[in-house]
């Protein structure tokens, strides 16, 4: 499986963002697509996750509220939707694919800068 993420860039704080992460490969066989970020200096955190039996999601607490996990099977995209953007919010953000309930998120994308600035 490969994914590739982008839709990040540069933002002023209160605006709002559409992150897409495309998958490819055997994308039949996943469990759940999550999206991770990491701030400089600070390590990775879970943001939000959307599950592909039954679309179910969750989101972080510190996310939730003003960002949206939601997926387009027929595109086999993944799409973050990231408002009221706070300067905090600053990171480099990935999406990952979980094969199964016990496998963890063992495929991740390379990640896509989203810049808020104050």
């Known amino acids: 499986v490969q994914l590739q993420a982008s839709g990040g860039g540069l933002v002023q704080a209160g605006g709002s963002l559409r992150l897409s992460c495309v998958a490819s490969?055997?994308?039949?066989?996943?469990?759940?697509t999550g999206w991770f970020r990491q701030a400089p200096g600070k390590e990775r955190e879970f943001v939000a996750r959307?599950?592909?039996?039954?679309?179910?999601?969750y989101h972080a607490n510190s996310v939730k509220g003003r960002f949206t996990i939601s997926r387009d099977n027929a595109r086999n995209t993944v799409y973050l939707r990231l408002n009221s953007l706070k300067p905090e919010d600053t990171a480099v953000y990935y999406c990952?694919?979980?094969?199964?309930?016990?496998?963890?998120?063992?495929?991740w994308g390379q990640g896509t800068l989203v810049t808020v600035s104050s």
């Open positions: 959307i599950t592909w039996s039954d679309g179910s999601t």
């Open positions: 490969g055997r994308t039949f066989s996943q469990y759940a």
């Open positions: 990952a694919i979980a094969s199964s309930t016990r496998s963890g998120y063992n495929y």
